[in-house]
């Protein structure tokens, strides 16, 4: 059979057209920005492509204006301290409750499903007094005990662990391994991927978080790149061109994570799903 | 020391008991900065309390007497609704436009598919600057071109009439995609042959469109609905980034609300923030359970 162009089929190509210029037409006005000169930003009429030609001087001058250095450091500390944690510390919690007979088991798991249900918003005040007794407020410990563990990465955890074979660990214990060995020789290295998704999802929303940094730190050496660059946009007080530019530094992690692990940051969002 | 080892060792090789072990550091975390946090949310909404924590007395219910007045909470909670009732459907809608266009796994869907799904990957901050320097007034790409199509060249984040749609319109572009591969992992869950074999009863597209596949989504569908509109409900990063609740607080949402009382206006009530915390949670679980009945029944009506 031939393809037949139908009208709703032409309707239906044009608006997914639409959309795919929607979507692109303002990262690329992003990528190309960074490389204008200040008074190309500020022209009138403004223009997509640069007329002075391109330059480097926002990357150059970003470093001066503002301490992006501190802010993308404090970033990667705490968004790569939570993911690592967590993914640890929620493959043994999911472990537990997909292989392990023990008392409590059902309802601990039903606890953990109410948590994942909790907003952030309705916890956050007392949050932020408990992290302030303890002392730790503004401090990177601060910033990544609170997110060392994830409701809903043990929950994603449990799902690759019950999907491994039946009585997988029954060889390990004939030769004599224990039951963390089990874990973490045996079951864990079948686990990548499962443990691969839950870090970028976890990776993903630290990186990218406003408000928990912007209300667990208060000095500017301790704000991440999401709420230090809001504070400094906030405040007008540096010119265009090093905002853009900061702005793509802030990106370019993740859009590269990107590039190379897509299936595993759609994963993450099918599995959310599975739990509805 | 060696008692300690012993110890360790027969709780190791027991696996009920190791059970408890693996749970352990979780289970710590979560209790203290979880569910600790949610039950004190209550406690603080009845008391009196700052952000320097150097008072602290029992208030009663006088937090939420204050509430009921306060118009400022009022004009939050209808502009969260605004948000709500405009931003939901559109991306809901854009998503499933785009999720039944790309769903198939051929090269060029997935390529469409990575490209509608990377403003879901940046973070509001970052995409909230773009757009504000894009619509600003004076110097916006957008404006100019919105401009020559015959719209004034106005500054649609500080106009107190568009700051609302505006907002919404951005947070779908940034938003739809993350919605889109959901839906397309539902849509990927339909058995072709139900397609199969609506065509070999002459079925056209439309028609396999409204017989089979929403019936098939609903589960997806409803879980769509269903986040998104508590994520709706939850919204403050862009509106933070790009109007700071403004202009005339008319983009000022409950969640951007709570974070101002508490947190960046004098006295820093800690006590009305939770209070209008405990507010909002009783109204998202109201809605959360209506919409989750709603869809249940749906699901088994068909």
């Known amino acids: 059979m031939a393809k037949q162009w139908t009208w709703g089929k032409i309707a239906s190509a044009a608006s997914i057209l639409v959309l795919f210029v929607i979507v692109i037409h303002p990262m690329s006005w992003l990528f190309v920005s960074n490389f204008k000169t200040e008074a190309d930003l500020l022209r009138f009429p403004p223009s997509f492509f640069p007329r002075d030609g391109f330059t480097f001087a926002n990357f150059r001058e970003v470093w001066e204006r503002i301490p992006l250095l501190d802010f993308f450091k404090n970033t990667v500390i705490f968004a790569v301290g939570v993911t690592v944690l967590s993914v640890l510390f929620d493959s043994m919690a999911g472990y537990a409750f997909a292989r392990l007979k023990f008392k409590g088991n059902k309802w601990m798991f039903t606890a953990v499903l109410i948590t994942m249900m909790i907003p952030f918003q309705v916890m956050m005040i007392p949050l932020f007094v408990e992290v302030y007794k303890l002392g730790i407020l503004n401090t990177y410990w601060g910033l990544i005990l609170p997110r060392a563990s994830s409701a809903f990465g043990i929950f994603l955890m449990r799902s690759f662990f019950v999907s491994l074979p039946k009585d997988l660990e029954e060889s390990g214990r004939i030769d004599g391994l224990n039951e963390f060995q089990i874990y973490w020789k045996l079951m864990l290295p079948l686990c990548r991927s499962g443990m691969v998704t839950l870090g970028i999802y976890l990776l993903m929303n630290n990186w990218n978080d406003l408000l928990y940094p912007l209300m667990m730190t208060s000095s500017a050496e301790m704000r991440t790149l999401s709420a230090g660059l809001v504070m400094f946009v906030g405040q007008r007080s540096i010119e265009y061109g090093p905002t853009l530019a900061a702005t793509t530094v802030s990106l370019l992690p993740l859009l590269l994570i990107y590039m190379f692990a897509q299936k595993y940051f759609v994963q993450g969002i099918a599995t959310s799903g599975l739990k509805g | ?302």
């Open chain 2, 1 to 302: 020391m060696s008692t300690d080892k012993r110890f360790l060792r027969s709780w190791l090789t027991r696996p009920d008991k190791a059970a408890y072990l693996f749970l352990l550091p979780s289970a710590l975390i979560l209790s203290v900065f979880v569910i600790v946090p949610v039950i004190a949310t209550l406690g603080i909404s009845l008391m009196n309390m700052d952000v320097f924590l150097k008072k602290a007395d029992f208030a009663g219910l006088d937090h939420f007497r204050q509430l009921a007045d306060d118009e400022r909470f009022w004009n939050a909670l209808k502009n969260t609704a605004y948000f709500a009732v405009i931003e939901v459907p559109l991306q809901v809608f854009a998503s499933l436009l785009a999720a039944v266009y790309v769903a198939k796994n051929t090269k060029f869907r997935k390529f469409l598919r990575s490209v509608y799904f990377l403003p879901a990957i940046c973070s509001f901050t970052a995409i909230g600057i773009a757009w504000s320097f894009l619509l600003d007034p004076q110097t916006g790409l957008y404006t100019e071109y919105l401009y020559n199509l015959g719209f004034p060249r106005i500054g649609f984040l500080r106009d107190p009439v568009w700051a609302m749609p505006t907002v919404i319109l951005m947070t779908v572009w940034k938003t739809f995609g993350y919605t889109m591969m959901l839906l397309v992992a539902g849509l990927q869950n339909i058995p072709n042959s139900y397609y199969e074999a609506a065509e070999i009863d002459g079925a056209g597209s439309f028609r396999k469109f409204v017989g089979i596949t929403i019936p098939m989504l609903i589960p997806a569908l409803s879980f769509t609905v269903i986040t998104t509109t508590i994520g709706a409900l939850q919204v403050f990063d862009q509106v933070f980034v790009m109007t700071q609740g403004g202009p005339l607080n008319k983009t000022e949402t409950v969640v951007a609300y709570i974070y101002n009382v508490g947190f960046s206006m004098a006295p820093y009530d800690l006590g009305y923030a939770s209070a209008i915390s405990v507010a909002l949670f009783v109204i998202i679980l109201i809605l959360t359970l209506s919409m989750n009945r709603y869809f249940t029944n749906k699901e088994t009506s068909m």
